[in-house]
C-alpha cells in the first residue's frame, strides 16, 4: 500500500514562473515531511523539510506547506529556473522510527 | 570533506554470483539506510541500521543481507537469491533530524 503518493509524474513550467510539486500522504502517523531533488545517476539531495506543528516552512526560492486535514503537502519554487529541472521526490517519516517512505517523484522539467 | 561514498559506480555481475555493494559515511551518524531505485520509481528500502551492530530489514529484503560492523561502514551484499537485481542502488545515513544524505548510488547490472 503507497502510503506517500506523488500523483503527477511529470510536469513542465516556464522559466520564472511558480512550480507547484503534490503529495499526499495516508498515514496519520506521520509526523516529519521531506523534499529531495534527483538528477539521473545521482543521489538525492536534501531540499527542505516540515514538522506536523507547522503549516510553513520557506528557505529561499523554496516553500513546503503542510496541510494535515487534507494529508496534503507541496513544494513551490519561485521563481523556477533551468537548473531546477529534475525528479522531486516527497519522503515522510513518523515517530516510530527514522526510516522514511518516500513518493515515486515528479519529474519537473523547466523551459528556457 | 564530510560526506558519503558508495563504491563502485558501476558493476556488472553474472546470473548465480553474489556482489557487494560499499557505502562508507564520515558523518558521524548513527542511523544508515539501503535503497534501491528503478526506472520510474521512487526509492524502495532494503534494509537500515539505526546503530553498530543492528539492523532491520525494510520493506525488500528478500535477497540481500547486511552488516553493520562499524559506525562508519554498511556493506550490502546482493545475493543470487535477488530474482531481479538490476538496479539503481542508494547509501544514506541521517542526522538527529531524521534528515537523510544520499551516496551518489552504484548502478548494479546483471548480465
Known amino acids: 500500500d503507497q502510503q506517500v503518493k506523488q500523483n503527477s509524474p511529470s510536469l513542465s513550467v516556464q522559466e520564472g514562473r511558480i512550480s507547484i510539486l503534490n503529495c499526499d500522504y495516508t498515514?496519520?502517523?506521520?509526523?516529519?515531511f521531506l523534499w529531495y531533488k534527483k538528477y539521473p545517476a545521482e543521489g538525492p539531495t536534501f531540499l527542505i523539510s516540515?514538522?506536523?506543528?507547522?503549516d510553513k516552512n520557506e528557505d529561499g526560492r523554496f516553500t513546503v506547506f503542510l496541510n494535515k486535514s487534507a494529508k496534503h503537502l507541496s513544494l513551490h519554487i519561485v521563481p523556477s529556473q533551468p537548473g531546477d529541472s529534475a525528479v522531486y521526490f516527497c519522503?515522510?517519516?513518523?515517530?516510530?522510527?527514522?526510516?522514511?517512505?518516500f513518493g515515486e517523484g515528479t519529474q519537473l522539467t523547466v523551459n528556457p | 570533506d564530510g560526506g558519503i561514498t558508495q563504491s563502485p559506480k558501476y558493476l556488472f555481475r553474472k546470473e548465480g554470483q553474489n556482489v557487494t555493494l560499499s557505502c562508507e559515511q564520515n558523518?558521524?551518524?548513527?542511523?544508515m539506510y539501503w535503497y534501491r531505485q528503478d526506472p520510474g520509481q521512487g526509492l524502495r528500502l532494503i534494509y537500515y541500521?539505526?546503530?553498530?551492530?543492528?539492523?532491520q530489514k525494510g520493506d525488500i529484503a528478500e535477497g540481500y543481507s547486511v552488516s553493520r560492523e562499524k559506525k562508519e561502514s554498511f556493506p550490502l551484499t546482493v545475493t543470487s537469491a535477488q530474482k531481479n537485481p538490476t538496479a539503481f542502488y542508494l547509501c544514506?545515513?541521517?542526522?538527529?533530524?531524521?534528515?537523510?544524505?544520499f551516496g551518489p548510488g552504484t548502478r548494479l547490472t546483471v548480465l
Open positions: 558523518l558521524n551518524h548513527d542511523a
Open positions: 541500521s539505526q546503530i553498530v551492530n543492528d539492523f
Open positions: 544514506a545515513s541521517s542526522n538527529p533530524y531524521n534528515e537523510q544524505f
Open positions: 498515514n496519520s502517523m506521520f509526523d516529519y
Open positions: 516540515i514538522s506536523s506543528i507547522k
Open positions: 519522503a515522510a517519516s513518523g515517530t516510530s522510527g527514522s526510516r522514511l517512505t
